[in-house]
């Protein structure tokens, strides 16, 4: 089974930057879509961004776009998610995912890995 590992979160004031990365444990996932999420305590998890397995297409919730870019190495499964001008409401564990199809998609029923998580906390 594919493996997801997120890493790059931390805690920034408002206004700064992190740059999230994915890692698969297989490299059988690199024909998918993937995609980031995320949730903080006591809500519903959200979509944030994906990217289709060629990086051709990117699609993004109006909260993040054009303060956050998801890409990713050609032909490979490893993705990126980088963070500018982080606000407290970003504030939230970030999973990434693979999709079953190779498409960018915003319903999270569409993927079928997900990793276990990186914290990004934003203070005021």
């Known amino acids: 089974q594919v493996q997801l590992v997120e890493a790059g979160g931390g805690s920034v004031q408002t206004g700064g930057s992190l740059r999230l990365s994915c890692a698969s444990s297989r490299r059988t996932s690199i024909n998918n879509g993937m995609g980031w999420f995320r949730q903080a305590p006591g809500k519903e998890r959200e979509f944030v961004a994906s990217?289709?397995?060629?990086?051709?297409?990117?699609i993004y919730a109006d909260a993040v776009k054009d303060r956050f870019t998801i890409s990713r190495t050609k032909g490979s499964s490893t993705a990126f998610l980088q963070m500018n001008n982080l606000k407290p409401e970003d504030t939230a564990n970030y999973t990434c995912a693979a999709a079953r199809s190779s498409a960018a998609t915003r319903n999270s029923a569409n993927y079928n890995y997900w990793g276990r998580g990186t914290q990004v906390t934003v203070s005021s």
């Open positions: 990217i289709s397995w060629d990086g051709g297409s990117r």
